[in-house]
T-cell receptor, first 116, second 114 residues
Framework: DAGITQSPRHKVTETGTPVTLRCHQTENHRYMYWYRQDPGHGLRLIHY???????DKGEVSDGYSVSRSKTEDFLLTLESATSSQTSVYFC???????????????FGEGSRLTVL | GDSVTQMEGPVTLSEEAFLTINCTYTATGYPSLFWYVQYPGEGLQLLLK?????DKGSNKGFEATYRKETTSFHLEKGSVQVSDSAVYFC?????????????FGRGTSLIVHP
């Protein structure tokens, strides 16, 4: 168990509303990532963090922002949700122990977001 | 940049059949290679890994060998079970001196029938 939890696990919201997903880790990993998973697209990186207050964009960052004010938490915010952001969102962590050398990721169980 | 190509699915097999899921990669340097598995309704979890050429990763009856000469990391299992039904992702990381942005294939769905 890599000690990673996502909340909420399920959310239904309406177009135009703000949404924040939280990823919390208890293992002191340096790197944290947000992915979205959609049929036919596999996993796509939204944003990642390489330390407190250090974040960068992934391949599908438009419409998303992130924040990491402490090691344990990485927040993903949709400022104004759209139907195209309906997806399953996964948080992942890496960068402690053997994963610091290999880049192995540990994933959360996912947050299913539906934007109506 | 780095890329991972894996066979498209779904792969449909009968129980006890032999499984191969092909994976090839393009990367600079010497990446680590991974297979992740995603069971229905769950997140991805590491199935096996290999960190240098000719290494063989193995777990739960699955194997994959890091072949640098063919830039491949094919996943194999001698006898699949219904419980192996899942989506399998090939991935690489660390190809450029410490880059921690992993590259994933698109995933291959495996369906095993009794």
């Amino acid at each position: 168990d890599a000690g990673i939890t996502q909340s909420p696990r399920h959310k239904v919201t309406e177009t135009g509303t703000p949404v924040t997903l939280r990823c919390h880790q208890t293992e002191n990993h340096r790197y944290m990532y947000w992915y979205r998973q959609d049929p036919g697209h596999g996993l796509r990186l939204i944003h990642y963090s390489y330390g407190v207050k250090d974040t960068d964009k992934g391949e599908v960052s438009d419409g998303y922002s992130v924040s990491r004010s402490k090691t344990e938490d990485f927040l993903l915010t949709l400022e104004s949700a759209t139907s195209s952001q309906t997806s399953v969102y996964f948080c992942a962590i890496s960068g402690r122990g053997s994963s610091l050398e290999t880049g192995e990721l540990f994933f959360g169980e996912g947050s299913r977001l539906t934007v109506l | 940049g780095d890329s991972v190509t894996q066979m498209e699915g779904p792969v449909t097999l009968s129980e006890e059949a032999f499984l191969t899921i092909n994976c090839t990669y393009t990367a600079t340097g010497y990446p680590s290679l991974f297979w992740y598995v995603q069971y229905p309704g769950e997140g991805l979890q590491l199935l096996l890994k290999a960190t240098k050429a000719d290494d063989k990763g193995s777990n739960k009856g699955f194997e994959a060998t890091y072949r640098k000469e063919t830039t491949s990391f094919h996943l194999e299992k001698g006898s699949v079970q219904v419980s192996d039904s899942a989506v399998y992702f090939c991935a690489l990381s660390g190809s450029s001196g410490g880059s921690y942005i992993p590259t994933f294939g698109r995933g291959t769905s495996l369906i095993v029938h009794p």
